[in-house]
C-alpha cells in the first residue's frame, strides 16, 4: 500500500505566479489535510478535506489560498500570485476516519523568488 | 482551545545517553496523543500514540505515557543512537473531530 504522495517535492515560483501542490492519499483514506510548516516552525494547520467537500478551513489564508479534493484525483492546493512569504514546506497528510492518527506525505517545498 | 506545548530545542545529546523531550497539552475532553518524528527532507512519521489515560505507547525504544493528571505526554528513550536525530513533535487530536494540534517540534542531535 502506497503512503501518501506529494508531488512535485520541489516548487520554485516568481512572485505573482501560481503554484499548484498536489496531494494524493493513501489508498481507503478520504480524509486529507494541508500543513504549512514554515522554517525552523512547527506545522500549522490549513485545510481539512473530505470527497469533494471542505470540512474545515480555518487556517486557510482567505485569499490567493484555495483547496479541493474532486471525487477523481488527488488534493489539489493552490496559490494565487505567490509572495516570497509563502515559501516554505507544504505537507498533506490522510486519515481513513475521524480520530485515527495522519499518515504524512514527503511534502512540498515552495520557493518564492 | 486546544494546544500542545513542548520543550524548546535544540537539545543536545552523546550516543547512549538517556532522552526526555517535554510535551505538556490543554484540551477539552479526552484526547488522543501522538509523537511524530520528522527525519531531514521527509514527512512527519507517527512514532507512538496513546488514547487515553494511562496508556503508554511505545515503538523503536522511544515511549511515552499519557497522564492526564498533569496533562502530560513526555517523551523518553534509554539509550539514544545517532540516527534518532532529527525533530520531534508531539500532537494532540481532539474526539470527534481532526484538529490536529502540533507543538513546535524539537530538533534532536546525537553524536557520536
Known sequence: ?113 | GNSVTQMEGPVTLSEEAFLTINCTYTATGYPSLFWYVQYPGEGLQLLLKATKADDKGSNKGFEATYRKETTSFHLEKGSVQVSDSAVYFCALSPRGNNDMRFGAGTRLTVKP
Open chain 1, 1 to 113: 500500500n502506497a503512503g501518501v504522495m506529494q508531488n512535485p517535492r520541489h516548487l520554485v515560483r516568481r512572485r505573482g505566479q501560481e503554484a499548484r501542490l498536489r496531494c494524493s492519499p493513501m489508498k481507503g483514506h478520504s480524509h486529507v489535510y494541508w500543513y504549512r510548516q514554515l522554517p525552523e516552525e512547527g506545522l500549522k494547520f490549513m485545510v481539512y478535506l473530505q470527497k469533494e467537500n471542505i470540512i474545515d478551513e480555518s487556517g486557510m489564508p482567505k485569499e490567493r489560498f484555495s483547496a479541493e479534493f474532486p471525487k477523481e484525483g488527488p488534493s489539489i492546493l493552490r496559490i494565487q500570485q505567490v509572495v516570497r512569504g509563502d515559501s516554505a514546506a507544504y505537507f498533506c497528510a490522510s486519515a481513513d476516519r475521524l480520530d485515527n492518527e495522519q499518515f504524512f506525505g514527503p511534502g512540498t517545498r515552495l520557493t518564492v523568488l
